[in-house]
């Protein structure tokens, strides 16, 4: 049985490589012009060197080999590694809006509801009604300012936690604390308040099944660097675990929406009668939504990727 599964796999592995080497010679790209990187090997390119517990370092070494700009073929998506500050700032403001489009990765259109969020919209209209919205709205000094009294709470219990943990109490023996996950609960904590309001039990619940996309978003995705070969996404099980996920987000988000709108009081005049400056994050795109001044139609779907990433 075991020989017969090795048969098998080493099939499956053969009719992949050609695949891959058939379609990469129908396609027939003429040569471009890319910046200097190490040569990349057939089928795989560029990935054997990321093969590592620190990319990032293997990624520093490389630069100095290469470096400040820099092209790795991973798989078969061809990737520019910017090294330095004076680089950096050719891409991200000189020539900003040849680079601002984001790639579609898969995690991006399960979990981003078809990447409608404002990271992985594609440039446009769209992506620049959005980036207003959260300009002017739910990242301006006053917006910002209207959540104080949430990260103080949320500052004030990470540190009363810290100092039980420590033994500054007779009820709890001292432990060891992981600081990482303490940090990283404290900023999804404050930004998930920020967007609905006060804590709940789907509070919880949504931020468990965040991290649980996180998880499934972080690294690398075969299908991501394969993206002719669609199929891999149903072999390896991954879109079924991202649409599983999305499908818990989705059921949570879509009652922490109705629960908003019916609420009492206009939107004009925020929930429960409270003043603009009390809403939520949520509370302010519900009343864009209702004003319908945009140039497109801001969706439930569009309010829940926004919401997501800005959860994330």
């Not at 300009?135 to 936690?161: H, M, P, T």
């Not at 432990?175 to 919880?204: D, M, P, W």
């Not at 660097?225 to 988000?253: A, Y």
Request: hydrophobic share 40%; glycine share 6%; net charge positive.
């Amino acid at each position: 049985m075991e020989l017969q599964w090795q048969s098998l796999s080493l099939l499956f592995t053969f009719f992949l490589l050609l695949l891959i080497l058939t379609r990469k010679a129908a396609t027939g790209d003429p040569p471009k012009r890319l910046p200097p990187g190490p040569k990349p090997l057939p089928i795989i390119g560029c990935i054997h060197h990321l093969l590592t517990s620190l990319p990032h370092r293997r990624l520093r070494d490389l630069a100095g080999q290469y470096g400040p700009l820099m092209h790795l073929k991973l798989g078969q998506v061809s990737t520019v590694v910017v090294s330095s500050p004076q680089v950096a700032t050719e891409v991200m403001k000189t020539h900003d809006l040849v680079f601002c489009s984001r790639p579609e990765i898969l995690a991006a259109k399960v979990i981003g509801y078809g990447c409608t969020d404002v990271v992985f919209a594609p440039y446009g209209e769209y992506w620049r009604q959005l980036r207003k919205i959260c300009i002017l709205e739910l990242l301006s000094a006053k917006r910002v300012q209207s959540f104080r009294r949430v990260r103080e709470e949320e500052v004030d219990g990470l540190v009363l936690s810290i100092r039980a943990a420590a033994g500054g109490d007779q009820k709890h023996h001292r432990e060891v604390i992981n600081l990482t996950q303490k940090l990283y609960a404290l900023s999804s904590s404050i930004a998930s308040r920020a967007a609905f309001g006060k804590k709940c039990l789907r509070h919880e619940r949504f931020l468990a099944t965040v991290r649980e996309a996180v998880k499934l978003a972080s690294g690398f995705n075969v299908a991501d660097l394969f993206p002719s070969l669609d199929f891999i996404n149903v072999v390896s099980g991954m879109k079924f675990k991202l649409e599983k996920v999305r499908q818990r987000l989705d059921g949570i988000l879509d009652e922490i929406l109705e629960e908003h709108k019916s609420k009492n009081g206009t939107r004009m005049q925020g929930v429960d009668g409270r003043g603009l400056e009390e809403e939520d994050l949520l509370d302010v795109l519900l009343r864009i939504q209702e004003k319908g001044d945009l140039e497109f139609s801001l969706t439930n779907d569009n309010i829940k990727a926004v919401i997501l990433v800005r959860s994330l």
